[in-house]
């Protein structure tokens, strides 16, 4: 199997990239910023835009005295990404009843919604989260386009769980973007794209932290980089998420859901 081939299962622009990036490090945090350009996104098939990736272990140890430094740098990236907007929507998309896959819902749930209540000058929030077509019946872009065009939002944002081509950042890195989402790409469910133009607004943003690996990632980590397998069907269409997911979503769901807040001076 290429490298190519194997990068492309992975919703991380670290990764799909396909070459070394420097990062940013702050303390026990570091930020890496990858930049896709016209040329870049039709050599990789993937929406060009600017995607952050901000990583840190604190949520995997679920130890919240290293949450602010996290939570202060994935805040900053929003307030830089959205500075020329003033109200917004967040969407939840995911599958609630998965764990692995509820983390939009989850933090949908902790965010400070003021939609109709807002003072002079503050920015205004709400929120929702669509589920999953399996079952509702209805697709999350369905959803979103609906609501959007009730709500009227400058900016949308997207969470959503991802997936990764490395073991390492699952629950550790926090993906934000504004080229918007397509929800379940990373496990070969793509869906509509959600983005600034299907959805007709000034931004759509997309937050999302690696929640699960293909087994075949965990192959490769085994044998080492570089070296030729084979696996069959049944392994490569095998999702794994970690033991202790539902501690890992839940600590991730509360530090987006802090960098929300933050961002909008909620």
Do not use: W
């Not at 009227?152 to 989402?181: E, H, N, T, W, Y």
């Not at 932290?209 to 075949?216: D, G, I, N, S, T």
């Not at 033991?243 to 987006?256: F, G, Q, R, T």
């Amino acid at each position: 199997m290429s490298q190519n081939e194997y990068n492309a299962r992975t919703d991380m622009a670290v990764e799909f990239i396909g070459r070394k990036q420097r990062g940013r490090q702050i303390g026990k945090v570091k930020r890496t910023q990858v930049v896709v350009d016209e040329n870049l996104s039709k050599k990789l098939k993937r929406p060009k835009g600017i995607y952050v990736t901000v990583e840190s272990s604190a949520a995997v140890g679920a130890d919240r005295s290293e949450y602010k430094p996290l939570i202060r740098e994935i805040s900053a990236t929003l307030k830089t990404l959205t500075s020329d907007c003033k109200s917004f929507l967040a969407v939840g998309v995911g599958n609630p009843l998965l764990t692995a896959d509820a983390l939009g819902a989850r933090t949908v749930a902790l965010l400070k919604v003021n939609r109709g209540y807002t003072a002079a000058g503050e920015k205004e929030l709400s929120a929702f989260s669509p589920g999953v077509s399996g079952v509702t019946g209805i697709e999350s872009f369905d959803f979103a386009d609906s609501i959007t065009s009730l709500v009227k939002p400058d900016c949308v944002i997207i969470i959503d769980s991802l997936a990764s081509a490395a073991v390492s950042r699952l629950g550790s890195a926090f993906q934000i973007c504004d080229s918007g989402l397509v929800p379940g790409s990373g496990v070969g469910g793509g869906k509509r794209a959600l983005n600034a133009q299907t959805l007709k607004v000034k931004k759509v943003i997309s937050v999302g932290v690696p929640l699960v690996v293909h087994a075949e990632t965990i192959i490769r980590d085994a044998i080492g980089d570089g070296a030729d397998y084979e696996i069959n069907d049944s392994v490569r269409n095998l999702i794994v998420a970690p033991k202790d997911v539902d501690i890992v979503m839940s600590e991730c769901a509360h530090i987006i859901a802090e960098s929300i807040n933050s961002a909008l001076g909620l």
